[in-house]
């Protein structure tokens, strides 16, 4: 870093075979997850998220390749909250809004390694009294967990006073390789019957809506670009998919939000999480950033995030699910993206 702060990367390999094909890089700049790979149908080894070769290209680009998402992921409506009747600022960096923690967030720091064993690593970071605007001093540990299902993040975080909490992982993944072009053939699945419809600048209306006969109706798979191009409202003005959906619980903790599939190497991805909501963000914004890894160009739809969070705008939101971290409390989500092989999307 320009202050000379070494940024480390940290590989982690699944417990297995000694050639597993499940190999994961984590740099400590932004915690970000810089290459994932796991086999395809043939048992070759294919990279499924996009990422850079060198830091300078990771501080360069503003598309949150990767990273770890907070102290808000997401977007704050009006740059500001109230909490226990006061009213907290933020940095407006999304037009008037505030989006993915703000001018500095978690993405642009450099995370501390508390532990590092072969297949799992915990990255730290101490957000101070009002980091970014956000009340109370929050210490954050994120641990990584890469086993031959799969990786699985979980987030941990305990604030000295009442704050607002959302933290994420912005990957975006390509299963037909990082530099394989287009996601639009891939397939796509949310176990979702509701969204929330957003206004101006993506900011949630507080409506949760039906799916049921909209673009936005994904329960059952389908290629990313079927219905992506649809003149639906919500779809026009966000350009494409970039919505939180809600995701329905069945029993126990931890459900699965989301299944995507690629049918030119027949890589199947699940996400499963503890969280109430996923972002499923189709990469329309994506060109514009420097070249990827091994001169990689990552155009528009490149690649697709699944942010599993507290809905957007949540902390104005009185109808949302809280994400308030009372302090004293600890703030815990796990996500886990599993990976196999499928031979069409039905097994989705
Ligand atoms: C997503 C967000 C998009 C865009 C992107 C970063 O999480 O939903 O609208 O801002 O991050 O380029």
Wanted: aromatic residues 10%; proline residues 7%; contains cysteine.
């Amino acid at each position: 870093m320009p202050d000379g702060t070494p940024v480390e990367e940290l590989t982690l390999r699944a417990l297995g075979p000694e050639d597993t094909k499940y190999v994961c890089k984590i740099i400590t700049y932004g915690g970000a997850v810089r290459s994932l790979t796991v086999p395809d149908r043939n048992g070759n080894p294919v990279d499924v998220v996009l990422g850079f070769d060198t830091l300078e290209d990771y501080r360069a680009q503003d598309k949150y390749i990767g990273a770890l998402v907070g102290r808000y992921a997401n977007r704050v409506g009006g740059a500001e909250f109230t909490l226990n009747g006061a009213q907290y600022p933020l940095f407006a960096n999304d037009g008037p809004n505030s989006l993915h923690g703000g001018r500095t967030g978690f993405d642009k720091r450099v995370w501390t390694v508390e532990e590092l064993g072969g297949s799992a690593a915990t990255l730290s970071l101490v957000s101070p009294d009002m980091d970014e605007g956000y009340p109370g001093s929050l210490e954050v540990r994120v641990t990584y967990t890469l086993s031959e299902g799969g990786l699985a993040i979980s987030y941990r975080a305990k604030s000295d006073r009442d704050t607002v909490c959302n933290l994420t992982n912005h990957s975006y993944f390509n299963l037909s390789g990082h530099d394989s072009g287009s996601v639009e053939g891939q397939y796509i699945k949310l176990n979702a019957s509701r969204y929330t419809p957003a206004g101006p600048g993506s900011i949630p209306t507080g409506e949760i809506a039906p799916v049921e006969g909209t673009p936005m109706d994904l329960r059952t798979a389908q290629p990313i670009g079927t219905r992506i191009g649809e003149p639906f409202g919500q779809l026009v003005m966000a350009g494409g998919y970039d919505h939180n959906w809600v995701i329905d619980k069945h029993e126990g903790t931890i459900w699965t939000a989301a299944a995507a599939w690629s049918p030119d190497t027949g890589i199947a991805m699940d996400a499963a999480t503890t969280l109430p909501g996923v972002q499923f963000y189709a990469g329309n914004f994506l060109s514009g950033c420097p070249r990827g890894k091994g001169g990689a160009v990552y155009g528009d739809r490149h690649g697709f995030c699944l942010e599993t969070q507290f809905f957007p705008d949540s902390p104005n939101q009185p109808g949302f699910p809280s994400c308030v971290l009372k302090a004293g409390e600890e703030y815990h989500s796990v996500t886990v993206y599993s990976f196999g092989v499928a031979d069409c999307a039905e097994k989705l």
